[in-house]
């Protein structure tokens, strides 16, 4: 079972995005791309064919997983994730810090 999944809100703990705070887009193995954050600027042909307008766009990068930790929205910060199994046999994600599950 994955800690991190898509669509988690996550914070950036290290690297030049540092402290910024965004949504799991998409998981590349050991890799993550986060809604917003590590931006670079990319050149793009034109292609009339296909009506594609080049010029210079912001793509989203992937980041490593390792530079991202789960954020708890009732501690503001920070959090590890466990994994355990719920009286019915159901595994789920919890918050280290507080022990509350992940929604």
């Not at 930790?69 to 159901?90: E, F, H, M, Q």
């Amino acid at each position: 079972m994955m800690k991190i999944k898509k669509n988690d809100e996550v914070i950036v703990i290290a690297g030049k995005d540092k402290g910024s705070i965004g949504s799991v887009k998409n998981i590349l193995g050991v890799k993550v791309i986060v809604e917003g954050l590590n931006l670079a600027k990319k050149h793009v042909r034109a292609n009339p064919q296909e009506g594609i307008q080049g010029g210079i766009e912001e793509k989203e990068m992937p980041l490593s997983i390792s530079n991202v930790a789960i954020y708890n929205p009732t501690s503001k910060k920070a959090d590890r994730i466990g994994i355990r199994t719920d009286d019915k046999g159901v595994k789920e994600r919890f918050y280290k810090s507080s022990g509350e599950s992940v929604l």
